[in-house]
């Protein structure tokens, strides 16, 4: 696991690349914000997280638009945990996209 606060901008996005770099889907990293977002024919996510910390992520039947202050990449299970002062939320990889 690696804890990384937003205001690192440049080492949250290498780690957030990092992490879904063996993830089907495709990635943006600008310098005001870093986008993960599945394939248009497989199952619909993205994760989107801002350098003033605000963050929005859909997965099917949910999404969520908030604000943090750090992350946790879980690369074992797939999953990235983002923490605030109002939120606790767990972006999990969908298992139809844990493969290129």
Known sequence: MMRIT???????????AGFF????GSLECTDEQVTFRSPVNRV???LSVFRNGEFSATMPLHGIDSKISEAIFNVQEKSVQLLGEAVDYTYRVPSELQSK
């Open 6 to 16: 937003v205001d690192k901008w440049r080492d949250f996005c290498q780690e957030f």
């Open 21 to 24: 770099q063996h993830i089907n």
């Open 44 to 46: 619909s996510t993205h």
